[in-house]
Each structure stands twice: as structure tokens, then as C-alpha cells.
């Protein structure tokens, strides 16, 4: 059965538009919502990429300040260089007057010198034992292939000749300067018979390194 409209065109035309704009409402809700979600998404986008370049930028400062810091660390590095060489041209800081004044401590009563000689000398770096300290004192020269620095260094060697009464101060004297905190590889050339003022002593030589 076919149904009748008797509604006058005014009003069916007013359905109408009322159903497009119905439909145009729909359709600009979901362009708007759309918009939203696209606007929120690149937001999000903007926001990373600020992050981003905020951490970039303090990579950058910061290998900025540690190429600098490098620059500073090769400056030092080349004045210890220099330093080092020049250490070890001189071979010791500590000055004459302050040696002469080490072994007028270290000297027994009943000995004399009769020679005293202070010269620069090159020797091998020290080999140090596990414990840190150097056997006996007493340095000793490393192999090529040992894996140490075997550059000679330059020290200062003291050589002195004396008189004694006897060996027991020519071994209290060795043992005093074995002692002292100035003086290292303490060694005894030779010890002999010598006239002293008609009596019979001992004439010495023993020689030793100033320490560094």
C-alpha cells in the first residue's frame, strides 16, 4: 500500500536542509576531531624533538668542555715531559751543601776523609720488588726485553776515601749510610792496611747514589 505525503513542500524542504545540515554537523565533528588527533600527534612529535635537541645540545657541551679538558691535559702533559728531561739532565735537586751536611750526620768520630768526589753519573732505573721497595736498596739493571723503561738516568754518585781505626768503623759507617734517607746503593770499593801516625788503620772507598 503506497503512502500518501500531504505535508506541503515548505516543510518537506525544510527536512531537508535540516538532514544535510545534519549530516554537514557530522562531518565537521569528525574533521574536528580528526584535526585534534593530528594536532596532538604532531605535538607529542614537537615535543620529542625538543627533547632531542635539548640532549643533543648538552652532548655537545659536554664534549665541547672535554675537548677542552684535553687540551689542558696534553698541555700538562707535554711541561711534565719537559720537566721529566730536565729531571733527568740534572739528576738530583738536592744541592751539595745539604749532601756535605748529611754525611757530617752520618760520619763517625774516628774517621777521616781524605777524598771526596761528587759527579753526575748514569745508571738503569731501579727494579722494585712486589712489596714496592728495591732489594737491598740497591738498583739494579732491567733486560730489553723485561718490559720496563730502561732509559739510563742520570744521578748523582758520591765517592769519598777515609781512614779508620779499624773494619768496625768502616762497617758502622757503611751501615749509617745505608741508613739515611739521602743516600742509596751503598757499596764498598775496597778497605786496606794503611800508617796512621805510626799505628796500623784502614784505608776505604766506598761509593753511593744520591736519591732522587
Do not use: W
Not at 33 to 55: K, P
Amino acid at each position: 500500500m503506497q503512502s500518501l505525503d500531504f505535508l506541503p513542500e515548505r516543510i518537506k524542504a525544510q527536512r531537508t536542509r535540516l538532514k544535510i545540515l545534519v549530516r554537514q554537523g557530522y562531518l565537521i565533528g569528525t574533521c574536528v576531531v580528526v584535526l585534534l588527533l593530528l594536532g596532538y600527534t604532531r605535538h607529542r612529535q614537537i615535543v620529542a624533538a625538543e627533547g632531542q635537541v635539548d640532549l643533543l645540545t648538552q652532548r655537545k657541551a659536554n664534549s665541547q668542555r672535554q675537548i677542552q679538558m684535553m687540551k689542558i691535559l696534553q698541555e700538562k702533559r707535554s711541561e711534565l715531559l719537559i720537566k721529566k728531561r730536565i729531571d733527568g739532565q740534572l739528576g738530583s735537586r738536592i744541592g751539595i751543601v745539604e749532601i756535605l751536611s748529611e754525611l757530617e750526620k752520618v760520619l763517625p768520630e774516628a774517621i777521616a776523609l781524605n777524598e771526596l768526589k761528587i759527579e753526575t753519573a748514569t745508571q738503569l732505573p731501579k727494579v722494585r720488588t712486589s712489596s714496592g721497595r728495591n732489594s737491598s736498596r740497591r738498583p739494579r739493571e732491567v733486560s730489553a726485553g723485561g718490559g720496563k723503561d730502561t732509559s739510563p738516568l742520570t744521578r748523582l754518585r758520591v765517592d769519598l776515601i777515609g781512614l779508620a781505626p779499624s773494619n768496625v768503623e768502616v762497617a758502622a759507617f757503611l751501615g749509617q749510610l745505608t741508613a739515611s734517607d739521602m743516600f742509596e746503593d751503598v757499596r764498598l770499593g775496597y778497605s786496606k792496611n794503611a800508617d796512621l801516625q805510626k799505628r796500623t788503620g784502614r784505608e776505604f772507598s766506598v761509593s753511593c747514589y744520591v736519591m732522587r
